[in-house]
């Protein structure tokens, strides 16, 4: 699963070596409702319902806690890469955002199905406090929103490392336990990717 990953860094190194005179126009964007984003919050919906719907079925509560978790850590990176996809101006910043879009969609969407295949529907809604994040995000400009983009782009990964270890290695479902394991890699080298863009992209603020 790691390979995608490191077709982001190529793409990026490939950037700056350009001059990041234009973003890959290869990946495409595709416009969600970001209602949200102009400071109307969604109502969040209740955070134990997956815990709720397993109670009649065959997942145990640590399985559905993590799966929970691992939704919403996707969403959030989602929005905040729509957001980014939007509104940043730098090159290397537009590319990774939308990489990070396509990557966490399609990791949201394997999980959805593995949970469909148990009759589980994750929560749709990302909660307050993680929306009040994308809120402030929306308020920023130029470099103050791309260095506070890509902040948080290290604290969601970092948080979603840290989600991900504990469901490689609790005693979860089979199904989810492998998904977690499978997906621990790629998170890990997104995280080592977004350190080297944060170098470089800080760099390049400095010398303008």
Same mark, same amino acid.
């Not at 949200?36 to 815990?51: D, Q, V």
């Not at 406090?129 to 260095?147: C, G, M, P, R, W």
């Given at each position: 699963?790691?390979?995608?990953?490191?077709?982001?860094?190529?793409?990026?190194?490939?950037?700056?070596?350009? $001059?990041?005179?234009?973003?890959?126009?290869?990946?495409?964007?595709?416009?969600?409702?970001?209602?949200?984003?102009? $400071?109307?919050?969604?109502?969040?919906?209740?955070?134990?319902?997956?815990?709720?719907?397993?109670?009649?079925?065959?997942?145990?509560?640590?399985?559905?806690?993590?799966?929970?978790?691992?939704?919403?850590?996707?969403?959030?990176?989602?929005?905040?890469?729509?957001?980014?996809?939007?509104?940043?101006?730098?090159?290397?910043?537009?590319?990774?955002?939308?990489?990070?879009?396509?990557?966490?969609?399609?990791?949201?969407?394997?999980?959805?199905? @593995?949970?469909?295949?148990?009759?589980?529907?994750?929560?749709?809604?990302?909660?307050?406090?993680?929306?009040?994040?994308?809120?402030?995000?929306?308020?920023?400009?130029?470099?103050?929103?791309?260095?506070?983009?890509?902040?948080?782009?290290?604290?969601?990964?970092?948080?979603?490392?840290?989600?991900?270890?504990? $469901?490689?290695?609790?005693?979860?479902?089979?199904?989810?336990?492998?998904?977690?394991?499978?997906?621990?890699?790629?998170?890990?080298?997104?995280?080592?990717?977004?350190?080297? @863009?944060?170098?470089?992209?800080?760099?390049?603020?400095?010398?303008?």
């Amino acid at each position: 699963m790691i390979t995608n990953t490191y077709r982001l860094c190529i793409c990026l190194i490939c950037c700056i070596a350009a $001059g990041c005179n234009s973003a890959d126009q290869s990946l495409s964007y595709i416009p969600e409702d970001n209602t949200a984003l102009r $400071g109307k919050s969604a109502e969040a919906t209740n955070t134990t319902a997956i815990i709720a719907q397993q109670q009649n079925l065959s997942i145990d509560s640590a399985s559905a806690e993590f799966a929970k978790q691992a939704s919403i850590s996707d969403k959030l990176i989602i929005q905040l890469s729509l957001l980014a996809k939007e509104r940043s101006h730098n090159s290397i910043i537009s590319v990774f955002a939308g990489t990070m879009i396509s990557e966490h969609r399609k990791e949201e969407s394997a999980l959805k199905d @593995i949970l469909a295949e148990k009759g589980i529907s994750p929560d749709n809604f990302i909660p307050a406090d993680e929306q009040d994040v994308i809120n402030k995000l929306y308020t920023l400009k130029s470099h103050a929103f791309d260095k506070s983009y890509l902040d948080l782009m290290e604290q969601v990964h970092r948080k979603a490392i840290a989600i991900y270890k504990k $469901g490689a290695t609790k005693p979860l479902d089979n199904n989810i336990k492998t998904y977690a394991q499978d997906r621990l890699p790629d998170l890990e080298a997104q995280y080592a990717a977004i350190k080297e @863009i944060e170098k470089s992209v800080k760099s390049l603020i400095k010398d303008q």
